[in-house]
């Protein structure tokens, strides 16, 4: 095949898309449920865990590999993980009913585990799903509710009371329509009201799917940052992002400033506990150091981190 970059692959993806409408028609053209009524059912508090999780995530390269193994070294002793990645994946796509892009490269570590053999194990107390990017293409041609709704049934089926969660990512910092536009937008527009809402909506009352906001955090530290000029070494967003040999940001793919400040959010819904006072200083997936925050960037991180997840009341966590 045409060799694809997980960049190609994050924005790819209308082949076939013919069928996909005509397969979504029911999850595209019912009205929606607001995204107040989401919130609604979302409100309340779940009993905090008690003692280390064991977790599964299921995504992409915006989950990544060095995330969820600065989770483990944030959370308590004993936390363990699994994952299913792809390239811009679908969770059409990890069901088996499309193509997995990039799965043998995005999957070549010791902690894969095939999705479906995982969630029917019962072995995990946390399910975390993750949707592609752009999210109105996985809403108009990927069935994203159907999906999301068939993946929570299925853990609940194996094991009653596992915590299921849908982790909000972003799309790109060169978007037309503005970055910090769409984060403020999406949420309600397209997260809540078109793939949480349809999917609990198809789902018992008794199974919730709640919210990891890691779009929200991004937005509401930027904002901090750049509001006072830049703090420490996060000068403005970019600062977030991978870049090129040659300087060139990635525009999706966060460093590890940010992965550390998506792992803080894990941590706050995960554990319903606050993340200000954890260390800062971490390693990636394979053992290297990672860039660490400066103290004042680590705590700023912390701080927006407790207070979003804790202000917006979809985590499970009381206001």
């Not at 977790?55 to 060095?66: C, K, T, Y």
């Not at 198809?202 to 990891?212: G, K, N």
């Not at 792992?263 to 997936?285: F, I």
Request: glycine share 8%.
């Amino acid at each position: 095949m045409v060799k694809m970059t997980r960049r190609m692959a994050i924005f790819a993806g209308l082949a076939g898309a013919g069928a996909a409408v005509a397969g979504s028609l029911y999850w595209t053209l019912t009205r929606p449920p607001s995204a107040a009524s989401v919130r609604a059912r979302l409100a309340g508090s779940l009993p905090a865990p008690q003692g280390a999780l064991n977790v599964f995530h299921l995504g992409h390269s915006l989950v990544n590999r060095d995330m969820p193994a600065m989770l483990a070294q944030l959370a308590p002793q004993g936390h363990s993980y699994n994952s299913q990645l792809g390239w811009g994946t679908t969770l059409q796509a990890h069901w088996g009913d499309a193509t997995i892009a990039g799965f043998e490269a995005e999957n070549a570590h010791p902690r894969f585990r095939a999705a479906h053999e995982a969630v029917e194990s019962g072995d995990y107390d946390a399910f975390i799903l993750t949707e592609m990017v752009e999210i109105r293409d996985a809403i108009r041609y990927f069935e994203s509710p159907r999906y999301l709704a068939q993946w929570a049934r299925k853990a609940v089926e194996a094991r009653p009371d596992v915590r299921l969660y849908l982790y909000e990512t972003w799309h790109p910092l060169d978007d037309p329509d503005g970055w910090l536009e769409r984060l403020d937008r999406d949420l309600d527009r397209y997260w809540l009201s078109r793939v949480l809402g349809p999917a609990l909506k198809d789902l018992p009352q008794t199974a919730q799917i709640r919210v990891i906001p890691a779009g929200q955090v991004l937005a509401a530290f930027v904002r901090k940052v750049e509001a006072q000029g830049g703090l420490g070494n996060v000068r403005d967003r970019t600062d977030l992002f991978q870049r090129s040999g040659d300087g060139t940001v990635d525009p999706i793919h966060l460093n590890d400033l940010g992965n550390y400040l998506v792992a803080l959010v894990h941590y706050a819904v995960l554990y319903q506990a606050d993340p200000v006072g954890l260390p800062a200083t971490l390693t990636k997936a394979d053992g290297a150091p990672a860039t660490a925050p400066e103290p004042e960037v680590a705590r700023l991180m912390q701080e927006v981190a407790r207070d979003v997840v804790h202000s917006l009341g979809l985590s499970g966590l009381s206001a």
